[in-house]
Nanobody, 116 residues
Framework: QVQLVESGGGSVQPGGSLTLSCAASGSTFSISTMGWYRQAPGKQREPVASITDRGDTNYADSVKGRFTISRDKSWSTVYLQMNSLKPEDTALYYC??????????WGQGTQVTVSS
């Protein structure tokens, strides 16, 4: 199994920055892709960014050019650098790990609030 713990959320003014971290433990060797999802109140959970074991990245159109996903090679930590934050980025952000075998893993979520 893989366990994920997010951190780094908080409150920030529009235009500000935050960096989220996701610490992975357990069978991290089984991970093929890690990503960030978010869910705003009353909305469905949506993908934000992902990174594969080859380092390929993918971003939602709404965050391209503002957010950057990165990881260390051992899959122990994945980061989401968020710049130029907007009120519409307010959501609960979840870390996800897709595995070659077995069910995907999810973290418990970390709240990001962008407000003046």
């Amino acid at each position: 199994q893989v366990q994920l713990v997010e951190s780094g959320g908080g409150s920030v003014q529009p235009g500000g920055s935050l960096t989220l971290s996701c610490a992975a433990s357990g069978s991290t060797f089984s991970i093929s892709t890690m990503g960030w999802y978010r869910q705003a109140p009353g909305k469905q959970r949506e993908p934000v960014a992902s990174i594969t074991d080859r380092g390929d990245t993918n971003y939602a159109d709404s965050v391209k050019g503002r957010f950057t996903i990165s990881r260390d090679k051992s899959w122990s930590t994945v980061y989401l650098q968020m710049n130029s934050l907007k009120p519409e980025d307010t959501a609960l952000y979840y870390c996800n790990a897709a595995r070659r075998l077995g069910l995907p893993a999810w973290g418990q979520g970390t709240q990001v609030t962008v407000s003046s």
